[in-house]
């Protein structure tokens, strides 16, 4: 296990796959879905839509932090993700792909409401497709979304571009849709041995581009790896529709 997180200034087939081990691989994810709720301003909302909802970590810090709201909508791709996801009179939950046109219209019918996406939107394969609908789906919107600086060093040992939107290919599409302010975080996640830490990166499901390594290139980049931890960058977003 990774020993500790430092804060400095493919997809859905991953997370199904270790939806009931996630928890224990979820660190960063945890971390920011906790920063991400602690930046709400108010106490209460009508409607929260939490877009890309996993196994609940943005309810669980609303809970938390004592924030309450009238409906709480759970989206999110895999059956598997919403089934370990909390249930109760207020949550309704949408098995729902943010990359098509269909099925956003039923999310939109309280114009008041909040929309909040952690460590979810960096899947999405058009970024313009997503944010148009969820533009129209609030008032306001709270975003944290993983960057390319994610395994950064990784990356370039092994040549690989990210998977991953920079943070400027996101705040660029997120202002066509949005008023927004934005603030880039950086993580260090430190392991004791290499081990530990490649078997972090296929087990969090934070993992993209790595998979396009063989078994062979990827020994060797476990032996080459310069550093002792993992890099994560995450963009935080808070935004309110043009
Ligand atoms: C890293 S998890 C984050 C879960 C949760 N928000 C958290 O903070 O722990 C990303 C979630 O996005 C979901 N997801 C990925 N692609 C999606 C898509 N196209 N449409 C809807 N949900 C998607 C995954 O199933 C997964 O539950």
């Given amino acids: 296990m990774p020993n500790k997180v430092k804060k400095q200034p493919h997809a859905v087939k991953g997370f ?10 979820n660190m960063i994810q945890a971390e920011v879905a906790k920063q991400l709720v602690g930046r709400l301003e108010e106490k209460r909302y009508s409607t929260i839509i939490d877009i890309g909802c996993g196994s609940g970590a943005v309810i669980k810090n609303l809970e938390n932090c004592s924030i309450e709201f009238d409906h709480f909508i759970a989206v999110d791709l895999s059956e598997e993700m919403l089934s370990l996801h ?3 009179t207020k949550i309704k939950q949408y098995c729902i792909d943010f990359n098509s046109h269909e099925s956003f219209a039923k999310l939109c019918s309280d114009k008041e409401a909040l929309v909040l996406s952690s460590s979810a939107l960096q899947w999405s394969t058009d970024l313009d497709i997503t944010l148009s ?11 944290a979304i993983f960057t390319s600086g994610t395994f950064k060093t990784l990356h370039e040992c092994a040549g690989i571009r990210s998977p991953i939107y ?6 660029k599409v997120i202002s066509n849709y949005y008023e927004a302010t934005f603030m880039l975080q950086s993580y ?4 004791p041995n290499t081990k530990e830490m490649f078997r972090y990166i296929q087990k969090s499901g934070v993992s993209g581009g790595e998979r ?6 990827m020994k060797r980049l476990m032996e080459e790896y310069p550093l002792d931890y993992l890099e994560f960058e995450v963009l935080f977003v808070e935004a309110k529709p043009l």
């Fill in 16 to 25: 199904s796959r270790f939806a009931h081990t996630y928890e224990q691989y």
């Fill in 86 to 88: 909390p249930a109760g």
């Fill in 133 to 143: 609908w969820l533009a129209k789906c609030g008032k306001k919107a709270h975003f």
């Fill in 166 to 171: 920079s943070d400027k290919e996101l705040k």
């Fill in 188 to 191: 260090q996640l430190t392991f």
């Fill in 212 to 217: 396009q390594l063989g078994y062979k290139k």
